[in-house]
Nanobody, 124 residues
């Protein structure tokens, strides 16, 4: 499975962006799809996740209430809608697919497939 992330760009603080993650060479069926981000000079961190089959959706505390993860099964695509963006949201955003146990959803080691990063820059 190959993952293609897109939708990054430059936005002013308070603005919105929607990131997309599309699978090719396979489907997301039975996977958990997550978004991680890595700011310059910092470690990669968990942002949000959703089980493709439905049910559990998880968010980092820093984005809860501002970001929403959703999916379009017909397009084999997962989205990350980002509202009320802040300068501290500036990072490369990565989508990943895996089958983590619930307690390991935020653990990067749980994911088999990664997309390339898409850069989000939020200006103040």
């Amino acid at each position: 499975v190959q993952l293609q992330a897109s939708g990054g760009g430059l936005v002013q603080a308070g603005g919105s962006l929607r990131l997309s993650c599309t699978a090719s060479g396979g489907t997301f069926s039975s996977y958990t799809i997550s978004w991680f981000r890595q700011a310059p000079g910092k470690e990669r961190e968990f942002v949000a996740s959703s089980r493709w089959s439905g049910g559990t959706t998880t968010y980092a505390d820093s984005v809860k209430g501002r970001f929403t993860i959703s999916k379009d099964r017909a397009k084999n695509t997962v989205y990350l809608q980002m509202n009320s963006l802040r300068p501290e949201d500036t990072a490369n955003y990565y989508c990943a697919a895996g089958r983590p146990i619930l307690s390991a959803t935020r653990d990067m080691a749980s994911y088999y497939y990664w997309g390339q990063g898409t850069l989000v820059t939020v200006s103040s």
